[in-house]
């Protein structure tokens, strides 16, 4: 098997060219970057003659196309993936190629499932979606929905405070993360709500009953996972991706940001730019555990023993044990690894949650990349509702 691994120099994909490293049954692995000698420097520190660099631009299809057609699986961690995720998996399926990535914008997301016919054809598997948010999240609420016999809500939330850009990166210009940010912060955003796709403004106030916590207040934020549920489960009525963080200091810079972009005064590239220095600079104070939503959390409403109940999965161990970079780059790994042990027997362009992994095998293997005895662990809480 021949791994290409997309931006496997950059903040996250180093942790996912670290993860792939270790993985059995791999014949080849490229790292691929815009920056070269990013990409050659990263894959001699292994010291494993499998491993090589090589410098890619991904906007050359031909050139794509050419190191694509040498390899067996696509990780694309290359972004903004609004610009470039379809593209790149179109290439990928063209050249036979499976693929997994981390796209954590809906708009391409919902462009590739309509290359869902060709993957099938092909026999090949696109997991979109294989991060921290999407990815991570997809399968704590995928947990939750097990628990219950009829789903009706499903959220996917996180808490914003922790969104820091690793130092170590072989990215320069805008940050891709921070211009996803901005992108999905701005204009309207495609949610699910009373069984219809609907476009909303981002930021929003949505009520959160999580089990024995209580009610919280989050914001909805533009994500896929709002919109792959109820691809992929029809019968759910609501599907939202919601944030939470402090909102004096989070929501306040994020709606006077976007109002500076929306009346021009700044650029989405400049305003990346501001949010990734306020993101790098920020101190967190620390979190009220009993008095908070958990930092990552799967949660589903709907009837369990015909008892309209409500369940949520979080991460024991998540917040000390995954930076922001692991927490995106690992998942991707974990995929690649169930794949090549056949634990993922699905053909199709597919999220996490519809690909076949199960969910407690996934944080097994998550834990398994984390090292030194580290280990984090599915938390599942319920309650019914009065």
Request: glycine residues 8%; charged residues 20%; negative net charge.
């Amino acid at each position: 098997m021949k791994v290409l691994v997309l931006g496997g120099s950059g903040g996250m994909g180093r942790f996912t060219s670290s993860a792939v490293s270790s993985i059995g049954g791999i014949d080849s692995i490229t790292i691929a970057d815009i920056n070269e000698t990013a990409a050659s420097d990263y894959a001699r520190s292994f010291n494993d003659d499998r491993i090589t660099g090589i410098g890619l631009n991904v906007l050359d299809k031909d050139y794509l196309r050419k190191v694509t057609a040498l390899n067996d699986v696509v990780l694309n961690l290359t972004g903004p993936f609004f610009k470039l995720a379809y593209p790149i998996l179109e290439i990928a399926l063209e050249q036979n190629c499976h693929y997994l990535d981390i796209c954590d914008d809906w708009e391409p997301t919902e462009k590739m499932f309509s290359l869902n016919k060709l993957a099938e054809e092909k026999n090949k598997i696109a997991i979109l979606g294989l991060g921290a948010s999407p990815g991570i999240t997809n399968m704590l609420a995928l947990k939750a929905m097990n628990e219950l016999d009829k789903v009706s809500n499903v959220y996917t939330g996180w808490d914003v405070s922790g969104a820091k850009p690793e130092e170590e990166s072989s990215q320069t210009g805008a940050n891709a993360a921070m211009e996803h940010g901005i992108e999905q912060m701005i204009g309207q955003v495609k949610v699910y709500m009373n069984k219809k796709f609907k476009m909303v403004r981002p930021l929003t106030r949505v009520n959160v009953q999580y089990p024995q916590l209580g009610k919280f207040k989050a914001r909805i934020f533009g994500h896929p996972e709002a919109i792959t549920f109820p691809h992929h489960y029809p019968d759910i009525s609501t599907s939202l991706n919601l944030m939470h963080g402090n909102e004096l200091v989070n929501v306040f810079v994020f709606k006077m940001i976007r109002f500076f972009i929306e009346i021009k005064v700044l650029s989405k590239s400049q305003a990346a730019y501001i949010l990734e220095q306020l993101e790098r600079n920020k101190v967190n104070k620390p979190k009220d555990i009993l008095n908070s939503l958990p930092e990552v959390y799967g949660l589903a409403q709907g009837l369990k023993n015909e008892t309209e109940t409500i369940v949520a999965v979080t991460l024991d161990g998540f917040e000390e044990n995954m930076s922001m970079g692991a927490a995106t780059g690992f998942p991707l790994a974990c995929g690649l690894k169930m794949l090549l042990e056949k634990k993922i027997t699905k053909f199709g362009v597919l999220a996490p949650e519809a690909c076949g992994l199960d969910p407690d095998n996934f944080f097994d293997e998550l834990s398994g990349f984390l090292g030194d005895g580290a280990q984090i662990k599915t938390i599942v809480t319920q309650e019914t509702v009065n």
